[in-house]
């Protein structure tokens, strides 16, 4: 048995941080643990231009110690009146490193979202043209579709559709949930990668209604049965550059998730990284979870691998109950649990 591992410093690819008391509480988390992360733009009001992309970055050094060694990502929200010009301009900013898509109404803040893919189609062709990833919450929103088919539905809808109609547009399909999102990224070309959560390697939609019904194990997409978590940790595990580490660690304020029509969103920053090492441990393959984990994410997205490294050490760890931010808390994934390895250090 392996007792420790050294990786080179991951990057999180996808990552919720709010902004205010929240992001002074979670921020440190992860950059405990990563080098880098993609940071998702759906605040109140969303991140829809360059100069709010600047403040909230500088919001976020300023969260951090001054010779802090953790890089945010900014990437922009996707709305009907996002421009070309406003594309090229984010792309030679040099902040803005992806355009985040939700379809208007999928999940928590994305009211301002897309429902109309052909009028966004000139804006999607500049974006092929500049080489600026597209990520997408890949769900679609007809309350007709079961909420357990809506990611299946968004390939073959609308997917498939888009990426056809503008080759050479480079995808993150997000957060992955499904047997049918593998097969479909595995089969495009090397315009198409996605990101899946440690979440949904580690839980399958039974853990929603576990002893109750758990509303800290909701999120969206929402986990789903046993054979596509199965596919998740084939794909995860395979080292196939196509996968990468995106957490989606999303806090609420418990507040906010217990009770009646709780926020969708799991907060795992505080043990991200050791979650994915429980389920490459498992796997045996231990020995991928850094490619998973910066090389495959770095390489898709043209940015340069970290330097530095990282240990985990096979040892298990207790996650707190809860993190205070004000007069609030954020409850943790595993709350009161353990996890079986911590970061040196
Ligand atoms: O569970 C989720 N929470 N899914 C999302 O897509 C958004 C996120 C959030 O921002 O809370
Ligand atoms: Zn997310």
Excluded at 75 to 83: D, E, G, M
Excluded at 281 to 297: I, P, Q, T, V, Y
Excluded at 306 to 330: A, C, H, Q, R, W
Aim: proline share 5%; hydrophobic share 40%.
């Amino acid at each position: 048995m392996q007792h420790a591992i050294t990786i080179s410093t991951p990057i999180d690819f996808h990552l919720h941080i709010r902004s205010g008391r929240m992001l002074k509480t979670v921020l440190p988390h992860t950059a405990n643990e990563y080098g880098a992360a993609l940071i998702m733009p759906n605040l109140k009001p969303p991140v829809t231009s360059i100069g709010q992309a600047e403040a909230f970055k500088k919001e976020i050094m300023q969260a951090l110690p001054e010779d802090t060694a953790f890089t945010p990502l900014m990437s922009l929200y996707f709305t009907r009146n996002l421009t070309s010009q406003t594309i090229r301009e984010a792309s030679a900013s040099g902040i803005i490193k992806a355009v985040k898509l939700y379809p208007a109404g999928a999940t928590t803040n994305s009211d301002s979202g897309v429902n109309d893919y052909e009028g966004i189609r000139g804006t999607l062709e500049t974006m092929a043209e500049t080489g600026m990833p597209l990520l997408v919450h890949g769900e679609v929103t007809d309350k007709a579709v079961d909420v357990f088919d809506r990611e299946a539905r968004f390939i073959e809808d609308i997917l498939e559709p888009v990426r056809r109609q503008v080759p050479g547009l480079k995808v993150v399909m997000e957060h992955i949930t499904t047997k049918e999102a593998v097969q479909y990224v595995l089969a495009a070309d090397e315009t198409l990668a996605a990101t899946i959560t440690a979440h949904h390697l580690l839980l399958n939609r039974n853990a929603m209604f576990q002893g109750g019904m758990n509303p800290h194990h909701y999120c969206l997409p929402i986990l789903k049965r046993e054979r596509h978590r199965e596919a998740l940790v084939k794909a995860a595990t395979s080292g196939s550059k196509k996968f990468f580490l995106g957490s989606d660690s999303a806090p609420h304020p418990k507040g906010e998730k217990e009770c009646a029509c709780g926020c969708a969103g799991i907060y795992t920053a505080y043990s991200s990284l050791c979650l994915y090492a429980e389920v490459f441990e498992k796997e045996n393959a231990l020995d991928r979870l850094e490619g998973f984990a910066g090389f495959h994410g770095a390489d898709f997205y043209g940015i340069p691998r970290n330097k530095g490294t990282v240990t985990l050490v096979k040892e298990e760890t207790i996650i707190p109950d809860s993190f205070t931010f004000g007069e609030d808390v954020v409850v943790p994934f595993r709350s009161g649990g353990t996890v079986g390895w911590r970061v040196a250090g």
